[in-house]
């Protein structure tokens, strides 16, 4: 089994900036993709941002140009950092792995991302 676990949710004001990780743990071969989604409350789950193992990025559009996600493949965790964050970023952020060689999709717990106004 794999546990993914998430940290570094908060309450900020906007204009502020927090950054989320998530670590990796269990039997795990190898981490095809990580990647970070969210979801706003009465809204469905959308895409943040993903990364794959060879580091290739991919953004939602709203996100582009203040969000930056990065991996350490050595301790199979992910970041997120969130800049110029807005009231529209509040939302329960949630970590994804899919996991090589079965491409099995694990979800972490989700930690709760709270913008002021």
């Known amino acids: 089994q794999v546990q993914l676990v998430e940290s570094g949710g908060g309450l900020v004001q906007a204009g502020g900036s927090l950054r989320l990780s998530c670590a990796a743990s269990?039997?795990?071969?190898?981490?095809?993709?990580m990647g970070w989604y969210r979801q706003a409350p009465g809204k469905q789950r959308e895409l943040v941002a993903t990364v794959t193992s060879g580091g290739n990025t991919n953004y939602a559009e709203s996100v582009k140009g203040r969000f930056t996600i990065s991996r350490d493949n050595a301790k199979n965790t992910v970041y997120l950092q969130m800049n110029s964050l807005k009231p529209e970023d509040t939302a329960v952020y949630y970590c994804?792995?899919?996991?090589?060689?079965?491409?099995?999709?694990?979800w972490g717990q989700g930690t709760q991302v709270t913008v002021s106004s």
């Open positions: 994804r792995a899919t996991i090589e060689p079965t491409l099995s999709v694990f």
């Open positions: 269990g039997r795990i071969f190898s981490i095809y993709t």
